[in-house]
């Protein structure tokens, strides 16, 4: 039978993402529809923005799969007086369901950072950069080899070729000649890992969304026997790998059980970012 | 006479940068040397931070005046087996004191929000984007005019040529195309004025350090309604243009009591970030 | 005009029941629907719950006015799981709106309370039991005269007749016989406010959702010193007096204006009790 | 010998109800009394109130076992200005000593909700609604079934019989005519429990004390999927049947020892309220 | 007439000593006791303890002042198992009452650090070292001055003539040559006090109960700048002076209205320590 | 080799006393210092006080062991303009390091109250009065045995006798004549281990820092039953037997390794006080 019910394939989303494995602050499973409506379409997203809704609406989606919150926090209102409450309101007047896998996903075997693992050149066997208690295959950001040694400025521009384009480079912090191999990467923003990727004595840590302070004490830190590099992605770009991952998985799954769903990635780039500028002495590529 | 007390010198300085102006979490004033030696060189620089140590110590600096603080939390030990512990050791060994004028740098008149607007051409009179309570003179941020209206491209360029060049551009979100004039800019991490600055109704909000999240509801929300657009830049960047401010006052302030002090603005680009990569589809400039 | 914005509705109801006044841990305002779409008629009922979406659907309501707030808590999800999420899918489905007016209610002039000592036979000035500090008119609760010194056991008989018939009768803690003038009443569980009933010195305090503990302590405490009476009614009879008095002063505020909205009060029981029983008489259907 | 002295005859109360089993936030024990002191007789009730100490007064009493606290948070103050304290200069003055237990008799094997479902003609092997982690004996609230299924207006009549008469009958929530047959009940205010009853898919959950909003809220959620009815006693007539129990087995496990006290249950209903109003038929007199 | 009503009493009391004026975390007032009851003989002690319970039986006093709380924190519970417990007891079976004035008498005009400060001599007005917000006169401690400058080993041999004796000397730090005229006294454990001290540049700051950290802090913050020297005496010491000074206003206040009322100061010394050791000179009695 | 480096010595005393014992409050280990510099000369003391540091200066240490923390709440300033600031900048200038061993060392076996218990004539196996849990031999305090039963006035006698001269006897509690042989003792402020030492049914025990609430209530609570006597000592003389037994330990364990350190303990008394005075006698010397 082509398509299936909201809950069957929620259930199958949540054996894939278990939700007990969610951090307590996060807010993650169905966040509207009916679990009695049929699901033939499904649209994989990293934001559950209006640039989504938009093409889920157009193309027909009967579910969203996002990998951020829509409500990270509670709310007592959806009223169409807020771009959330618009979301809402279009979505349940176009039946269409919105699920999130968010930390859940992050810590999955495989999960968020396995597909960025993958996507920046990493091969061999990955394994987590924190691991959960007692599990040494789920937990936050991998660790994973590159094929061979090379300087960190190969490894940037491997990793930005193989991450989608946004505005604005990927930043590189260390000696651009420094040889590297082994590399720790976190989907989304890793600045809560920076302390263990430090301990963990990786050659790089690739991940998003760095400020100042945490980045200039980690570089501080490391400047102090031989610490990580580090490397800054655009939020949207380490997680997007993960979508195409979970809709095969998803497809697989429901297959087995004589269920298909059409799965579809959206290439929508939802990060705020849409140009860049820079001054007289212009942008220097890594040297 | 050549030179100063240091209690002269913090004096003087704490009557430009009131600390009961300072956050409650925030942590200002006199960091380490004795209120006692003499002071006749000064050096400003943004974090106290080994490179800067190092331009202290060659230059002969008596005193360090950093904006950001070296222990934001507080720390029962300053052993140099920390590189913050190994900036103290150095900075006694070499009798060099170090001042912190943070969170009351940035709310006073002028501060370091004032010239930031001056390095990104904004002109006029200039008002607090959030004023401190009963004051409409201080406060965080600025909003300012541009001589004349523009395109949000032609600022963002102008911008990005007012600011010290660092690695990677400035980053903008929305329509390039759009005219602009009314700016508010807010030097260093910005993120906790967004909803400030929406409810502004200015042009522009440019600040440095934004993730994701917060510049992606910004941006969903702006859209209803012609909200503002957004320029993200370097942290380090936004916050330089304040030094040779502050230099320059406090050598006129102790000149008219008879005293002098040599200062110096520290030009090491202190972000971690030291170079960028970008993939196949290249940096687009602002189009 | 028939009809009228959702905005300009809410606009008008915030003027009655001022937002600000609502209490701290309080939900109200807009919970559902689009500011812009338009308004013809109005259900005004005492609980958002599923028998009150049915009428509010076969009726053709444009707006719910609940004095209950839906979601008190924040929410994450409105999923169809659960029985709240069902009430928003179907209300956005239908285009029908819901708006709180709950504590901002309560304390208003005239608010929940006026109704509530108007329907048990009070006359005279109301004035608050418990004042927002520096305001004579509004409040918590209401005190007021009967017309005549009458037995406890009348007055209650009177408040019997005067509220909506609902499974189980009204019950009352104290002398019978004794002879009573000055109430207080409070709409809805008025616990909370036993403390100040007990040092004002009514006659009698009539309240809702009353437990042992608080009406014992109370009872034990009014022994000494000949204080008040206290009576328990249904929580659901206490506040639907108010809804009337709420359609009535809506419908002129907004015929001031030229705009015309259909009003209509649920007379829905939603008090979860639906029948009685006890030892001799067996159990009675709902009257 | 006639009488034990008050440690021993506290030992075995707290070898039946054992302190460690209270709640973190409940006062179980010897409220006041000496430990020295010769009990003759014992008198068991559910509250520690003035009426109850003029029964002691009046028998001889040299112990009160209550179910309920007197001082349920600490007070620095047992001044005769306050009814509660009244109580501790009576209790002293006359030498008679108080005892509660509470919590710790709620969760006991058996316990308070034993006598209650015994009460109100459930049979067969009881179990905890929310069994103590790790013991399927003891918890809040028990589990039994009636001798055979039977419309809910039955069991609520059988239920009305069985407990002792107070003001007011029992109020029933959910189809009168719906078969039931395994019911839950808890002693007291049983409203912390009223989601492990919904979970447990009982026919029915009868407790004390229950509000406008968690029973309206109980009943929507059981409304989907053929939840619990509902029904809400008098909080005094649900322990009161524990009474009986508890002075029957001091009497036996003193008796084991040798030792002899006589004990009597007492009958005054202190709940709060002592008479009934409702519409058509006036007010009626504690039956 | 002889004796009053205790109502009366505490009255007086409570004029004398504002609990409105006690610290939010301090329990002052009547702790048992009728206010119907007659009071002929009043007890001032500074601690209800045994000791002092049976002076006022033998005494056959109605009523106990005592300076320190019986319960400073909430119980539950006033059963004879507890020293404080039998406290309860033995007062209420005597129909002996307790009032507290603690921290309301530390601070009123005069209070406990009055009489303190005229104990050891100081002379003069007196104004308090900590005074309450927008009031000169009342306050935490005492500052005064000496008829003349002397020596400090000469005031600290003043002060230890003026206290009533206890077991172990006055303790000194500082020069016991430096000479002193301006001193602050803080009657009980002043050490919440020690900043004011040092910040007021008093020459001696005299209290009871410090530590070994409070005191040796102290000592290296006044080394810098000629701070204050610091003299710890016994606790008790320091607040009987108050004593006799309470007892005499409250039978001037009640003389005034017509009522006599027999008073007397507890001269039991109610600090635990009965005898000190020395290597020397071996344990001494109390003297 | 005479000497190691720093980070081999504190590696040792690591060893020797677990940081990870240390309460969660306490901020034990390195304070300042270089890990790499040389380390020839240890000085061992209870308080990093300007005097110690001038000993420390003078005896050209590399190292002071204190017990006491010098921050034991974080500071975000080591300015001079404190007098701890003072003692971080005397330090670093004069290659001074700084090591606390505080609780660490409170629960170690040995630790500090064993060097106690040796001190005042405890014999035989000594025993935690607070063991760690599943650890019989570490924990706070310690218990022993006289070598004979002794009056408890005799045992005051020689625990004055066995521990370091300062100013102030040994304050005693409780009948001297009573025959004393079991004794628990803590090093420093033991107030917290007061119910312990009760429940412990000790003869005595001896710590430090009481002040009158505690004391007065422990005795209270004794006086019920033949409870404990109480000893009150310097806090300084109850740690300083510690001293001794850490450097020599320090020495052998370096020894052991072929490295060679000089050890010193100071004996500076750096308790506060200085002098006593009393009623009689007058002031007297430090003896």
Known sequence: MA???????????????????????DAVGLVCGDPAQVVRRVLFAVDPVAAVVDEAVEWGADLIVAHHPLYLRGTTSVAATTFKGRVVHRLIKNDIALFTAHTNADVAD???????????????????????????????????????????????????????????PLRVAGDPGRMVRTIAVCGGAGDS????????????????????????????????????????????????????????????????????????????VTDAWTAVAQGPSGLDPLR
Chains 1, 2, 3, 4, 5, 6 share one sequence.
Do not use: C
Request: glycine share 10%.
């Open 193 to 268: 890992l920076l302390g263990t990727a430090l301990a963990a004595r990786v050659d790089v840590f690739l991940t998003a969304d760095l400020r100042h302070h945490p980045a200039s004490e980690f570089m501080e830190a490391a400047a102090n026997g031989d610490g990580p590099a580090l490397i800054d992605a655009a939020h949207w770009a380490t997680e997007w790998p993960w979508l195409a991952d979970a809709a095969h998985r998803l497809t697989s799954k429901l297959g087995t059980k004589g269920t298909t769903v059409e799965t579809r990635v959206s290439d929508k």
């Open 110 to 168: 495989p999960g968020v950072s396995d597909a960025l693992a993958w996507a920046v050149g990493l091969i061999g066997p990955l394994r987590p950069l924190q691991p959960l208690p007692g599990d040494n295959r789920r937990g936050l950001g991998r660790i994973g080899e590159l094929p061979e040694r090379m300087p960190l400025r190969e490894f940037a521009e491997l990793a930005a070729k193989g991450l989608p384009p946004t505005a604005g």
């Open 3 to 25: 398509g299936s019910t909201l809950a069957v394939v929620t259930a199958e989303l949540e054996s894939m993402y278990d939700p007990a494995l969610a951090e307590s602050w």
